[in-house]
C-alpha cells in the first residue's frame, strides 16, 4: 500500500524526507496561509490546503476530511509545535494515530502540565493562574519569593521572568500577559523557583516506551530564561543521571506521551530533578546537532522514519550501547546589548576559524532590527563547536561569539524639557 502522509504545518525539510525515506511516498500539507511560502519542495506535494490562522478547528478537520474523501491519509504527522492541536484534532476525526488532545493540551498548557504531574504524583510544584496583580502577591507571599511568572503558553522563553522582590511583581505580570510572536495572550501562570544547574533531555517514544538519548546542559540569562548556550553530553555522575532517566520517563508517562521525540527542560534541585516544560517535538537551538555529535543518534532521521511505520527504538538502544570516544559538543550564542537596526558585523570569519568551531551563523542580518535579550529571537549569531571535555567544547564556542563585533544605530532618547 502507497503511504499518503498528511503534514499538518510546513515541517522545514522533513516532509520531503519522509518521501525520500520510502520511495513512493506521498504528501499532503494543511498549514496555516503565512506558511505556504517556506513550505519546501513545494511542486512535490500531491496536494497543500492553506487555512487562515484563526480559523476554528472544524474548519481545519473539513478541509481534511474532503482531501481524504478524495484521497485517503494512510497517517498523519506534525514536525514543529504551532498547530499540534490541530493535528490532534484531525487525527481525532480521521481515525489517524496521533498525538491526543489531552496530551497536546497537558504540553501546551502549561497549568495542565503542572495538574497533570501533581495528579500523578511526579511533581508537586506549586502554581497558579492568576488574574490580577494583586493574586500574584498572594501567590508569592504564600510560596515565597523568588517565583517564575511566565504565559501560560508560549515557548522561547518569551514573557518569562523570575521575580526576586514584590516591586517587580507587576513588570513581570504584564510582561507574561502580552502578545509574544503571533500567539495572543493566553492567561499569566506563576510557579514556584527552584534553584540549580538546568538541563534539556531529548527522548523518544514508540508504543509508549520512552528511551532517553541524551542530557544536556544549558545555560540561561538569569532574568528571562532565554537560553545562550548548550553542551552535550551534561557532565553527570551515574546517580544523577539515572534520577533524570527515571524522572523525565515519569513525566512523559503522565502527560501521555506515546511516540515520536520529546524535549524536556528541568532543574536539578538539591532534592532531586523538577520539570520546568515539556514538549512532543525536537529541542530547538540545534540540539538535535549536538546529540548527534555526542551520541551518534539522528533523532530527525528517527522521527522521518517513524512517520512511515518504521520501529526505530532498538536501533537507537543498538547505537546508545556502542562505546564512543569522549565527545563533547556545544553551541554559544550571542545577543545585541541595545535594540535599535544592525548596521554592520565583522569577525565571522575570525569565528569559523576559532580552534574547535564546526560552525558559525549570523541570525540577523545588517538592516535587520535587533533587540535586547527577551526571547530566543533576539539573539544574533551562534557558533557550534567540539571538544573531548564540555568545559572545552563551551571555551571554544564562547570564544567565537566573542570574536564578533555588532553596530548597531539606535534611536535618540524621547527626552522630556522642563
Not at 496536494?47 to 478547528?57: C, G, Q, Y
Not at 503542572?114 to 493562574?129: N, P
Request: aromatic letters at 4%; hydrophobic letters at 45%; one cysteine or more.
Amino acid at each position: 500500500m502507497t503511504e499518503h502522509v498528511l503534514v499538518v504545518g510546513s515541517g522545514r525539510d522533513l516532509p520531503g524526507r519522509v518521501r525520500d525515506a520510502l520511495p513512493g511516498t506521498q504528501t499532503s500539507v494543511i498549514c496555516r496561509l503565512e506558511f505556504v511560502a517556506k513550505l519546501r519542495r513545494l511542486t512535490e506535494h500531491s496536494r497543500v490546503i492553506a487555512v487562515r490562522h484563526d480559523a476554528p478547528d472544524e474548519e481545519w478537520i473539513a478541509l481534511a476530511s474532503a482531501a481524504h474523501a478524495e484521497h485517503p491519509f494512510t497517517r498523519i504527522a506534525t514536525f514543529g509545535e504551532r498547530d499540534q492541536d490541530r493535528c490532534a484534532a484531525i487525527g481525532e476525526a480521521l481515525g489517524l494515530s496521533t498525538h491526543s488532545r489531552r496530551t497536546v493540551t497537558s504540553v501546551h498548557d502549561k497549568n495542565a502540565m503542572r495538574a497533570a504531574l501533581r495528579e500523578s504524583g511526579v511533581d508537586a510544584t506549586a502554581s497558579a493562574v492568576v488574574a490580577d496583580v494583586e493574586a500574584l502577591r498572594t501567590f508569592a507571599f504564600e510560596h515565597g519569593f523568588p517565583c517564575v511568572v511566565k504565559p501560560v503558553r508560549g515557548a522561547g522563553s518569551a514573557g518569562v521572568a523570575v521575580v526576586r522582590e514584590e516591586g517587580a511583581l507587576a513588570a513581570a505580570y504584564a510582561r507574561a500577559g502580552g502578545d509574544f510572536d503571533g500567539l495572543t495572550t493566553s492567561g499569566v501562570l506563576v510557579e514556584q523557583f527552584h534553584e540549580g544547574p538546568q538541563f534539556s533531555v531529548e527522548a523518544f517514544s514508540e508504543c509508549g516506551e520512552h528511551q532517553i538519548v541524551a542530557v544536556t546542559r544549558k545555560f540561561s540569562d538569569p532574568a528571562t530564561f532565554v537560553e545562550l548556550g548548550h553542551v552535550a553530553p551534561a557532565a553527570l555522575s551515574t546517580t544523577q543521571e539515572e534520577r533524570i532517566h527515571t524522572y523525565v520517563t515519569s513525566v512523559l508517562d503522565a502527560v501521555g506521551v506515546e511516540f515520536g521525540a520529546t524535549h524536556t527542560e528541568i532543574v536539578l534541585t538539591p532534592t532531586g530533578p523538577r520539570v520546568i516544560e515539556t514538549h512532543v517535538r525536537m529541542g530547538g537551538d540545534e540540539i538535535p546537532g549536538l546529540a548527534v555529535d555526542a551520541t551518534g543518534v539522528d533523532l530527525a532521521d528517527c522521527v522521518v522514519r517513524q512517520t512511515i511505520g518504521e520501529k526505530v527504538l532498538p536501533g537507537i538502544r543498538a547505537v546508545l550501547a556502542v562505546e564512543r570516544p569522549a565527545h563533547c559538543s556545544a553551541i554559544w550564542f550571542a545577543a545585541a546589548p541595545v535594540a535599535g537596526v544592525l548596521t554592520d558585523v565583522s569577525g565571522i570569519d575570525d569565528a569559523r576559524n576559532v580552534d574547535g568551531v564546526t560552525d558559525a551563523q549570523l541570525l540577523v542580518r545588517p538592516g535587520g532590527a535587533v533587540s535586547v535579550l527577551e526571547s530566543s529571537d533576539s539573539r544574533v549569531a551562534y557558533a557550534r563547536a567540539v571538544g573531548d571535555t564540555a568545559e572545552q567544547a563551551l571555551d571554544a564556542a564562547r570564544e567565537a561569539m566573542s570574536r564578533l563585533e555588532f553596530q548597531v544605530r539606535v534611536a535618540p532618547a524621547n527626552t522630556v524639557t522642563v
